[in-house]
């Protein structure tokens, strides 16, 4: 079995910060391509973030340059630093990854439980 365990989410003021954090566990051979995604009241799930077992990123164009996604492999964490949070950052956010496990001959997706981030005065 395998498990997707996030934390970090919370309330916050408009141009604050928040660091998210997911944590893989279970029976795992290998974690491939590890992202964040979120979602809004009313709204579809959307990408926010992504990063590859060899470090490649990629962002949602509304995140560029505000959000930074980071891994360690040692601990089969993806981390999500969120600075200058807007309220249009509200959403629940969800940690996905690709995971091969030990006793199955190919990889499938994961998804962790979503925490909720509020970005509010």
């Known amino acids: 079995q395998v498990q997707l365990v996030e934390s970090g989410g919370g309330l916050v003021q408009p141009g604050g910060s928040l660091r998210l954090s997911c944590a893989a566990s279970g029976n795992i051979f290998r974690i491939n391509t590890m992202g964040w995604y979120r979602q809004a009241p009313g709204k579809q799930r959307e990408l926010v973030a992504g990063?590859?077992?060899?470090?490649?990123?990629k962002y949602a164009d509304s995140v560029k340059g505000r959000f930074s996604v980071s891994r360690d492999n040692a601990k089969n964490t993806v981390y999500l630093q969120m600075n200058s949070l807007k309220a249009e950052d509200t959403a629940v956010y969800y940690c996905?990854?690709?995971?091969?496990?030990?006793?199955?001959?190919?990889?499938?997706?994961?998804w962790g439980q979503g925490t909720q981030v509020t970005v509010s005065s």
């Open positions: 990063i590859t077992s060899g470090g490649s990123t």
């Open positions: 996905n990854a690709g995971i091969l496990r030990s006793d199955s001959p190919s990889s499938r997706e994961y």
